[in-house]
């Protein structure tokens, strides 16, 4: 069965720095993986998708990196901000096709003004 | 544009009434998904369908019903709340191969009292 983890389950950092937040699974066996945000009480906003045939996915300050053999994808965080304080939770879709995701359990980011 | 839309935003109600959370899509996804999120927790899968007709029950046991009569529309109906239903229902959906991932929208936050 399929797990994911996320590892530090929370994180604290002044504003300006460059942060990783990494995220686990078991099974290496996957369609693809999606980075999410969440703010308190609020729902989930995709971040960026990777494909299990990508290595690496940017947008803007962010860019997510997928290690498939290593069950590892990484979220790099570029000059954090007070505004990029979030849950954020990765999420992998098994093959084959179940098309649902699997959800890790988060790192709370909290950046530092 | 293209959404997904959630009502209420928030509910409080009493025990023993009879509820329906709206989960409406302008993308003309296949598959939709319910989750439930307690404060601070993880996402717990409760229904999905992959279409019209189409439901199934999700990874954690819920009271609750689900239909999809229509593409766009998955609603999410609790025939007795109770103040453990108390909880933060999201809803997503995607196309039928997850190509772009979820899409979710802003969750509804549920009291029971």
């Known amino acids: 069965k399929q797990e994911v983890t996320q590892i530090p389950a929370a994180l604290s950092v002044p504003e300006g720095e460059n942060l990783v937040l990494n995220c686990s699974f078991t099974?290496?066996?996957?369609?693809?993986l999606q980075w999410f945000r969440q703010d308190p009480g609020k729902g989930l906003t995709s971040l960026l998708l990777?494909?299990?045939?990508?290595r690496e996915q940017t947008s803007g300050r962010l860019n997510a990196s997928l290690d498939k053999s290593s069950g590892r994808s990484t979220l790099y965080i570029a000059a954090s901000q007070p505004g990029d304080s979030a849950t954020y939770l990765c999420?992998?879709?098994?093959?084959?096709?179940?098309?649902?995701?699997?959800f890790g359990t988060g790192t709370r980011l909290k950046v530092l003004a | 544009e293209a959404d997904i839309y959630q009502t209420p935003r928030y509910l409080v109600i009493g025990t023993g009434k009879k509820i329906t959370l709206e989960c409406s899509q302008t993308m003309g996804h296949d598959k939709m998904y319910w989750y439930q999120q307690d404060p601070g927790m993880e996402l717990h899968l409760i229904h999905y369908?992959?279409?019209?007709?189409?439901?199934e029950k999700g990874d954690l046991s819920s009271e609750s019903t689900v239909s999809r009569i229509r593409t766009e529309h998955f609603p999410l109906t609790l025939e007795s709340a109770r103040p453990s239903h108390t909880s933060q229902y999201l809803c997503?959906?995607?196309?039928?191969?997850?190509?772009?991932?979820?899409?979710f929208g802003s969750g509804t936050r549920l009291t029971v009292v």
């Open positions: 099974d290496s066996a996957i369609y693809n």
């Open positions: 999420a992998v879709s098994e093959v084959p096709g179940t098309y649902k995701y699997i």
């Open positions: 990777i494909q299990s045939s990508q």
């Open positions: 369908s992959y279409g019209v007709n189409s439901t």
């Open positions: 997503a959906s995607s196309d039928h191969y997850l190509s772009y991932g979820y899409t």
